[in-house]
Structures are given as structure tokens and as C-alpha cells.
């Protein structure tokens, strides 16, 4: 779950629609959807014009851990880094920085590096620039304990020609809600501190294609579900997590918010990030990055802290569409304990269509009130270079009604079901309502914003017949969102901006991937996101790729080289 504040954009085409009958429509999906702007970003006050005020760290009720500190966070691997030098780490850098999968293969097979180097490289850029510094990002929550010797295995086991998968070897961040064994899961609370839990799913997956699991990423506490009126990115075990595109300016976007922004400083190949409605799609496309928030059941959510098992999803996060594709090819399987995982007739990997990928031909909703954006109206231009047909259409008035209600249902039933059955028995709390009792324990440190959202949860007496008509509602409005124009203009799929129609596409269970688009006269990065049916992930990454080639958008921050 993310909130943005609203953008130029939005602001005025709210402005204009104060004359119009649909005002009050959109008003209730705004509010549902719970959006903060992508571009200006919360803390920022909101502005009609591009131009963003500077908002100090001061102003902040918390910056760096109170938990964490990078004595304790380095203690086990100062020794193993000693040998790697800033010559070791300079001549890297070239080989490794921005390059994808396929490439960092190479250079591997070539003798240029070995795993056990490209994974100390990742630990010194995140010793060098993530906490404690004047360039600190907070975006790295916890090191895997392990993740040398696992690198050493790595390489043996490529000369023994193990190699599984374009994943093998890769260090890749998890956000810190999905189990990994070694390294606790806490969601960002003090409450699941000691959450020492077995692998989730998709961990066990890529660990079974030989990933190298680097360590964990920081998000907005609970997945952005708990205080309602704190910054994104933040969370009292890591702190606050800040855009290395503009530290004190702009938003990280949430909750996949260290996910978003280790993957745009370079922290690792890639990471994986969970999205509810917008959680992947806001931080990737604030941070540069290409985000693919999948068809839900696509991936496993068993071994994830849950806030809806209506609308949870995990997804990839990457600097370009191939990793994406290769990460998302690694994480696939059926899970007997997931309800709505899905058994799929696979038909070749997700990555081996894109020396074929076209748009000729392909049919897409550009949505009216989008095309003041500048960024936007390239991107179609680009699209359209590629033989691609754009068609302007107007957003059905169509709401999502108890939207709030589903996620407070679900995760007041989803979350004791995580507790009891995926996390460790030293966690203490087996409900949200001991979690709001725990956090009152010492409310300056550990909910320094409130939990207002979680109180939310426990006051809230739905029951499951309510929450059953809440689920249908949602996703035949959300389904007919996208239906009702796909039919009559014959479309393939949608173009929108960052994360502008998360809320639908989620209720609806649409894919969607971000790519980025650009930057805006104040440098905020944002995304050009592709929507469509489920299970379209391929035709999205194929898409994605064919704009991704032609644009060439993403520059990597410039203060992180």
C-alpha cells in the first residue's frame, strides 16, 4: 500500500473537473487509491507548479536507525573486505555499474571477475554510500551473514559447470517482508525484530536457480499499511530511506522504497519488492528503474509479511527490462500453499523473446487528462516511431468502493495466518492487535508517527461475508475499468504515468510494468507503465524492452558513480 501526494498533473485536471459531474467520482478514487504524487513527493507541500521546496532532514521526526548502526552492520565483514581495495573497487566499476545480467555473465565467463568479487563489490558501494554519511540513502536494512561463502560456492560450482540460470550468481536484494533464512524479517517494525523465519517461496526459488541473496532492502514500515502520516521509506527499524536522485527534495515513493532505491545506486544486480496497490510501480519509477508488478498469483506470497491476500503480490525491480525479465523467470513456480498461485503452461523462459519483440501493430489507451505531461506525450511519440497505434481515451467513471475496508479485512485474518504459520516462535505478537498493544511499549522510538492505520484495522468489524461482497465489487469494477475501453477500442493494453492506476490495475489483478520516461524540469525521475490482461506478463516485457531500446531514458544518480 503507498500513498503520493498529487501532481502537477493531477492537480489540474482536478481544477478542471470542479465544473464536471465526474469531480466527485474521481474524488472517492483518489481517496481510495491513496496516492501522494509520484513527482513532487511527500514531505514536499503541494504545488501546482514543478518547482519543489527543499525540505530539511530537521523536519523529519526520525532520519537515521535507532536499531541499526554500521559498526554492528559491518562487524563480520570488515575482515573478509580487507583485500578488496579502492583500485580492486575502481576497476570494477566500469564492468559493473548499469550493466545487465547478460553482460556481468560475460565478463565472469571471461575470467574478468568472479562472483566472490562482484559480491564484495556490492558490499563496499553499500559500506561506502548507504548509511551514517553525507550521502547516506538508508536503503539496506541487513546483510545476509553468508552471502561471501555463498559467492565462494558460486564460483565453485560454475567451474563445475552448475550454472542453472541467467540468475546464478547475481546478489539480490529481498525487501524486508519476505523470509530469508539468516537474516531477520521485520517489515521495518520492532515488533518482528527477531523474526529469524525459514525461506519464503520465491527465496527458495532463487536460491534453487543459484541467486546469491545479498541481503534486505528497507520499505515503508508494514508495507506503507500501518502509521498513515509518516514518509515513505521509512520504518523505525531502518529508518528513513531517501531518493538519491534529490535526498532532501524528493519522495522514494513506497513501500518498496529500498528495494527502489538499492537498485538505482547500483547496491545490487537487482531486488525484489511486493506491491499492494502501487508499491513497486511508485519507488521504481521514482528511482529510475523498471518495476513489473505481476498478475497476483503469478508469484508465490507464502513466507511474505501479508498485507492483503486479495491483492499481494511480489515483483521484480531492475535498472532495464531484461534483468527483469530474468529475475521474474527465476522467482516462477506453483505453490500448493498459496490459494491463488498459478500453475502455468510455460512455453519457453520470460527472457527469450526480445530479439523478436515488436509493437507494430499493437493498440494502446493513452488516457486524455495525461497528455499535459510532456514525458508522456514523448513516450507515446516513441511508441508510435515503432509502429505501435495510440489511441486517447477517456477514463470510465467507475469507483472503488471499500477499498480501505478490503485491506483492513484482509490483514486484520492475513497476518496471524503469517505469524502462526511463516515466522519464527521467538515473535511475541500474533495479531495486529498485539501489535498495537506492543508498540505503545515505547511509542517515541518505535511509532514515532502513530499507527493510526492499524488501529484502523483492529476497530474495524467487517465480517467475512462483508469482505467477500468487497472483493467482487473491487474487481468487476476494476476489471470493467480496463474492459469496457479494451473492447470497443480493440486495445492491447494501457499507457499511463508512474503509478497513476495502481489502484485499478491492482483490484482488476492486471500486470503492470514502469519503465522510465525521463525527468521532470525539477530531475524527479518518472515512468512510462504499461498495463494489460493477466498473465500478459511476456507481451509487457516485450513492450517494455521495445520502448526501453528506442528511449534510452534511464541516467543513473549522479552523486553514486
Request: proline share 4%.
Amino acid at each position: 500500500m503507498m500513498k503520493e501526494f498529487f501532481s502537477k498533473d493531477y492537480l489540474v485536471f482536478l481544477l478542471k473537473m470542479l465544473t464536471m459531474n465526474r469531480f466527485i467520482l474521481f474524488l472517492v478514487s483518489i481517496a481510495i487509491i491513496s496516492c501522494k504524487n509520484p513527482a513532487e513527493g511527500k514531505p514536499i507541500t503541494e504545488t501546482v507548479s514543478d518547482t519543489t521546496s527543499v525540505k530539511d532532514f530537521r523536519e523529519f521526526k526520525v532520519l537515521d536507525s535507532k536499531y541499526i548502526s554500521n559498526e554492528d552492520l559491518w562487524s563480520r565483514f570488515n575482515e573478509d573486505l580487507k583485500d578488496f581495495s579502492d583500485a580492486d573497487y575502481n576497476s570494477l566499476k566500469p564492468l559493473i555499474l548499469e550493466q545487465d545480467i547478460p553482460t556481468i555473465q560475460k565478463h565472469v565467463y571471461s575470467g574478468d571477475f568472479s562472483y566472490e568479487l562482484l559480491t564484495k563489490f556490492y558490499l563496499y558501494r553499500i559500506r561506502k554510500f548507504d548509511r551514517e554519511n553525507e550521502l547516506s540513502l538508508n536503503s539496506v536494512i541487513s546483510i545476509n551473514p553468508n552471502v561471501i561463502e555463498d559467492a565462494k560456492l558460486r564460483d565453485r560450482e560454475l567451474l563445475n559447470r552448475k550454472l542453472k540460470h541467467p540468475i546464478f550468481g547475481m546478489p539480490i536484494l529481498l525487501k524486508d517482508n519476505i523470509n530469508a533464512f539468516g537474516a531477520p524479517t521485520t517489515a521495518g517494525a520492532v515488533a518482528l525484530q527477531n523474526n529469524n523465519a525459514e525461506d519464503a517461496f520465491i527465496t527458495k526459488r532463487l536460491k534453487e536457480q543459484g541467486a546469491i541473496i545479498l541481503g534486505k532492502a528497507n520499505l515503508s514500515e508494514w508495507a506503507y499499511f500501518f502509521c498513515g502520516d509518516c514518509p515513505s521509506g521509512y520504518s523505525a527499524i531502518g529508518g528513513q530511506t531517501l531518493n538519491p536522485y534529490g535526498r532532501r527534495i524528493m519522495d522514494t515513493g513506497g513501500s518498496s522504497s529500498g528495494s527502489g532505491v538499492a537498485v538505482a545506486t547500483n547496491f545490487s544486480v537487482a531486488a525484489v519488492g511486493s506491491e499492494t496497490s502501487g508499491s513497486i510501480l511508485s519507488p521504481s519509477s521514482q528511482n529510475s528503474i523498471v518495476g513489473l508488478k505481476p498478475t497476483i498469483g503469478l508469484l508465490s506470497r507464502s513466507g511474505i509479511v501479508p498485507i492483503s491476500s486479495t491483492l499481494d503480490t511480489p515483483g521484480p525491480m531492475t535498472k532495464n527490462v531484461t534483468d527483469n525479465a530474468i529475475l521474474l523467470d527465476a522467482m516462477l513456480g506453483f505453490d500448493n500453499s498459496d490459494s491463488k498461485s498459478i500453475e502455468m503452461d510455460r512455453n519457453g523462459s520470460m527472457y527469450d523473446a526480445f530479439e523478436s519483440a515488436s509493437l507494430q501493430g499493437k493498440r494502446f489507451g493513452a488516457f486524455k487528462r495525461l497528455l499535459e505531461d510532456s514525458l508522456y506525450v514523448q513516450a507515446i511519440s516513441n511508441l508510435k516511431s515503432n509502429g505501435a497505434e495510440v489511441i486517447e481515451i477517456d477514463e470510465q467513471e467507475i469507483s472503488l468502493p471499500n477499498f480501505r475496508r478490503l485491506l483492513n479485512l484482509d490483514m486484520k485474518k492475513d497476518l496471524p495466518i503469517y505469524l502462526s504459520e511463516f515466522a519464527s516462535k521467538d515473535v511475541a505478537v500474533k495479531s495486529v492487535l498485539d501489535v498495537v498493544e506492543f508498540n505503545k511499549k515505547d511509542s517515541l522510538n518505535i511509532m514515532p508517527y502513530g499507527q493510526r492505520l492499524f488501529e484502523g484495522i483492529v476497530n474495524d468489524e467487517g465480517d467475512a461475508l462483508f469482505l467477500e461482497r468487497i472483493q467482487d465489487t473491487l474487481k468487476t469494477n476494476g476489471r470493467q475499468y480496463f474492459d469496457i475501453p479494451m473492447k470497443t477500442q480493440n486495445l492491447d493494453g494501457f499507457l499511463s504515468i508512474n503509478n497513476y492506476h495502481a489502484g485499478f490495475a491492482a483490484v482488476a489483478e492486471y500486470p503492470a510494468i514502469t519503465v522510465p520516461m525521463g525527468y521532470a524540469e525539477n530531475g524527479a525521475p518518472k515512468g512510462l507503465t504499461f498495463i494489460s490482461k493477466p498473465l500478459s506478463e511476456k507481451q509487457l516485457l516485450n513492450w517494455a524492452y521495445v520502448y526501453e531500446q528506442t528511449s534510452k531514458r534511464r541516467k543513473p544518480p549522479v552523486n553514486y558513480n
